[in-house]
Every structure is written in C-alpha cells, then in structure tokens.
C-alpha cells in the first residue's frame, strides 16, 4: 500500500465484524507503532492489547463511563437525542471491536510531566498500520474518566492513559470527512 494512500484512506471505524484477529497481526501492528519518533528517542509508550474476557469486563467500565459525559451531551445536542442514543451504545458496545489496545505515556524528558506527544504520534502509526492490515480503529479517550478503573482492571501503574483503539474487520465504509481549508500559512516563498 503506498503511504499516500493509507493516510487518506484511513477511518475511524465504530463498528466491527466479531471476526477474530490474529494475534501475529496485532503484533505486526504494534511493532510498526513503534518505530515512530520519540522523545530524546526515549520511546516512552506502552500499549496493552486486550481480548476476550478483558474486553467483556472493559466494556462495563466504559458503559459506566458514558454516565460522566452524559450531562455535557444533554447539554451540547439538547435537538439531537439521536447523537446521544448513538454514542451510549458506542459505550456500551465500542461497535463489538473483539481487541481494545490501551496506548500509555511515559514521563517526558522533565521527569515530571507526562510524554503524551510520543504516545500520539506511535497511535498515529498503529492506526496507520491497521488500516493497512485490513482493519479498523478509533482513538477514544471519552472514557477517560475511568482510567483509574482501567488502570486498575490491567494492572497498570504509574503511567497515563492517553486512549483506547477498538481494533477489528470493519463493518462500516464511514463516511470521508472534508479537509479544512485555510490551515497552512506560507512564509518567505
Ligand atoms: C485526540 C483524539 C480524540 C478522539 N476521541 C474520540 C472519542 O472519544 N470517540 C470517538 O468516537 N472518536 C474519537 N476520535 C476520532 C475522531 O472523531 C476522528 O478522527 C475524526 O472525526 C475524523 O474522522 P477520521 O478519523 O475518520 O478521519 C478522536 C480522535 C483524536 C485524534
């Protein structure tokens, strides 16, 4: 696949085929993730890749992570109860995706903040490398509210969320969201 083409072809996918993954695919996947620049080259991601039973019990955590954002959406789409239903039962479901991967951030370089650009730009990557592989994914972070449930259900310490991929074979042709104009400045051409 030319890199052209899969930096315009790639979507967000929200709703998957219960098809499995094979784990060699995934591996291939995260692999590509990161090769991506780092940080000083301190390579400060981690990702977890779930399945099965850890998906099921991730789920629960992320329905209960709709009720957090509930409120703001009420408000923002008050015409719209359509949008809410949509994104309640993404929620719920996150479109029968059969593989979450969590993409983590280390500490930045200042020891103290977290390094969230080199995490971004390896989930940038990923998403890259799935779409090659024949598969979907979305960056969600609007569970997030629950990291410390996450963190908690994967073991995980000392390191920050950045998002969660619902991977799989994509049961949707999304629809191409247009480019926005006027976002590049010229100087000294
Ligand atoms: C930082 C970031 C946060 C996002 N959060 C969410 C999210 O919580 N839920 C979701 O469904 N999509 C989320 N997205 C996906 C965007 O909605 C999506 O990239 C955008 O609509 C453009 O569509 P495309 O990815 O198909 O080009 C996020 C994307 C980024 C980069």
Same mark, same amino acid.
């Given at each position: 696949?030319?890199?052209?083409?899969?930096?315009?072809?790639?979507?967000?996918? &929200?709703?998957? *085929?219960?098809?499995?993954?094979?784990?060699?695919?995934?591996? $291939?996947?995260? /692999?590509?993730?990161?090769?991506?620049?780092?940080?000083?080259?301190?390579?400060?991601?981690?990702?977890?890749?779930?399945?099965?039973?850890?998906?099921?019990?991730? #789920?629960?955590? +992320?329905?209960?992570?709709?009720?957090?954002?509930?409120? &703001?959406?009420?408000?923002? +789409?008050?015409? *719209?109860?359509? =949008? =809410?239903?949509?994104?309640?039962? +993404?929620?719920?479901?996150?479109?029968?995706?059969?593989?979450?991967?969590?993409?983590?951030?280390?500490?930045?370089? /200042?020891? #103290?903040?977290?390094?969230?650009?080199?995490?971004?730009?390896?989930?940038?990557?990923?998403?890259?490398?799935?779409?090659?592989?024949?598969?979907?994914?979305?960056?969600?972070?609007? =569970?997030?509210?629950?990291? #410390?449930?996450?963190?908690?259900?994967?073991?995980? *310490?000392? &390191?920050?969320?950045?998002?969660?991929?619902? =991977?799989?074979?994509? $049961?949707?042709?999304?629809?191409?969201?247009?480019?926005?104009? /006027?976002?590049?400045?010229?100087?000294?051409?």
């Amino acid at each position: 696949m030319e890199l052209s083409e899969a930096i315009k072809g790639r979507r967000s996918v &929200r709703r998957f *085929k219960p098809d499995p993954v094979p784990k060699e695919v995934l591996e $291939d996947i995260l /692999d590509l993730a990161t090769w991506a620049p780092s940080a000083m080259n301190r390579q400060e991601w981690y990702f977890v890749a779930a399945h099965g039973q850890k998906v099921e019990e991730m #789920k629960r955590i +992320f329905a209960d992570a709709f009720q957090d954002i509930k409120p &703001r959406l009420e408000k923002v +789409f008050a015409d *719209k109860p359509k =949008i =809410i239903e949509a994104t309640k039962e +993404f929620f719920e479901t996150y479109g029968g995706a059969p593989v979450f991967i969590f993409a983590y951030c280390g500490k930045a370089p /200042d020891g #103290k903040t977290w390094d969230t650009n080199s995490t971004a730009v390896a989930v940038q990557n990923l998403q890259l490398a799935v779409y090659e592989a024949g598969l979907g994914s979305t960056w969600t972070d609007g =569970i997030l509210g629950k990291e #410390k449930e996450i963190n908690d259900a994967l073991g995980v *310490k000392d &390191r920050k969320l950045l998002c969660v991929l619902p =991977i799989g074979y994509p $049961d949707e042709v999304p629809r191409v969201p247009p480019r926005r104009e /006027d976002r590049v400045e010229w100087v000294g051409f």
